[in-house]
Every structure is written in structure tokens, then in C-alpha cells.
């Protein structure tokens, strides 16, 4: 006997495993997109047009955060470079 699939079936919903719309930050109205990130040419642009050697110095004085490391290439976080620069601007 076959059966009839032009019906989506039902399945039943778990009161336990469902979740209110209070346990998620992100809104559903909000889009989730994922942090965008910067690779080294483009921080050294936002640093002034410095050289590779200039990042370098600045990962190892702690100065700069490390990067995220994606087949050899360093990226970083735009939260992670507007907290740089906000550091930066206030002196501290």
C-alpha cells in the first residue's frame, strides 16, 4: 500500500525541548550574520598605510590582539579592531 506524501507530515512538538523566544538574544526580526573580518593588508591601511613588520611588532608588544590564523592568512575581528582603536584614541 503507498502512501500519500502531497501532506508534509506532522511530528509532534516536545513542551520540554522548545524554547521561548526569551532564552535567544538574537531577535527574530535580527539577522544572525557572522563577524566580519579584516585581513592584514586591510589593517594595515587602517593603521596608516604601516608595514607588515609594523603589525608584527605591535602583535608582539601585545599591542595588537593575534589573529585569526585561516590557511596562513591573518584576519581579525572588527570588534576585536574597534576596541583596538578606541584604546588607541583614548591614550590608554
Known amino acids: 500500500m503507498a502512501k500519500n506524501f502531497d501532506v508534509a507530515p506532522e511530528f509532534p512538538q516536545n513542551s520540554k525541548s522548545k524554547k521561548s523566544s526569551a532564552d535567544n538574544p538574537i531577535k527574530a526580526d535580527e539577522p544572525s550574520f ?35 590564523v585561516l590557511n596562513g592568512r591573518n584576519y581579525w575581528k572588527r570588534s576585536e579592531l574597534v576596541a583596538f582603536f578606541t584604546k588607541l584614541g583614548a591614550g590608554k
Do not use: A, H, Y
Open 34 to 68: 557572522p563577524e566580519q573580518l579584516f585581513n592584514q593588508r586591510q589593517v594595515r591601511q587602517m593603521c596608516g598605510g604601516v608595514s607588515d613588520m609594523t603589525i608584527w611588532r605591535l602583535r608582539k608588544n601585545k599591542i595588537l590582539l593575534e589573529p585569526i
